[in-house]
């Protein structure tokens, strides 16, 4: 059962435009939620993070935005660069907050 | 700054072969993770351990076994590798045991096993 989807394992951007990356969740349950990003050959690293008290955080280009009561999460890039193609997970703390549950992963290419 | 690291970047194994992976944190963490990732899957806990010689089972236990002697060292094994576990594999590690506290992942062994 995944509890954490990414129905889109692909999104391709132009430059400068946004990236708005998508996350579902369905446990009612989940509290945090964490992006990380994955470039080839490396592991992956912390994005940014929102806690289920808040609907937004903002870092830098970086803003993820929370709706609990459709159970969605999306992360808004503005504006996209070269260097943000990478592959994007969106993540949820499970069992008792000490394990991270990964959705699949979403694929994002800017484009020149 | 954190590091994480994994023994091998690479790594090109036989079927029923026995395969160590190793991976060590120079942070003190207290927790350690063994993920797979996989085209589609995402990425898929295998084992985690909360302390030294403490382990429980993730996802996808089935095929894997771990060890954690020391603190700073979690070592994943394949009693005998098969090719379905032909995969990029991670390690990361925790600082504590709150839902906040950020996981922190090496770079990564890309296993084939043939």
Known sequence: DQQVKQNSPSL????????????DYTNSMFDY??????YPAEGP???ISISSIKDKNEDGRFTVFLNKSAKHLSLHIVPSQPGDSAVYFCAAPTGGGNKLTFGT?????VEL | DVKVTQSSRYL?????EKVFLECVQDMDHENMFWYRQDPGL??????????????EKGDIPE????????????????????TNQTSMYLCASKPG???????YFGPGTRLTVL
Do not use: H, P
Not at chain 1, 105 to 109: D, E, M, N
Not at chain 2, 12 to 16: A, E, F, L, S, Y
Not at chain 2, 63 to 82: N, P
């Open chain 1, 12 to 23: 391709s951007v132009q430059e400068g435009r946004i990236s708005i990356l998508n996350c």
């Open chain 1, 33 to 38: 939620f964490l992006w990380y990003k994955k």
């Open chain 1, 45 to 47: 690293t912390f994005l």
């Open chain 1, 105 to 109: 992963g979403t694929q994002l290419k």
């Open chain 2, 12 to 16: 090109v194994k036989r079927t029923g």
């Open chain 2, 42 to 55: 995402g990425l898929r806990l295998i084992y985690f351990s909360y302390d030294v010689k403490m382990k």
């Open chain 2, 63 to 82: 095929g894997y076994s771990v060890s954690r002697e020391k603190k700073e060292r979690f070592s994943l094994i394949l009693e005998s590798a098969s």
């Open chain 2, 97 to 103: 045991s709150t839902s906040t506290d950020t996981q």
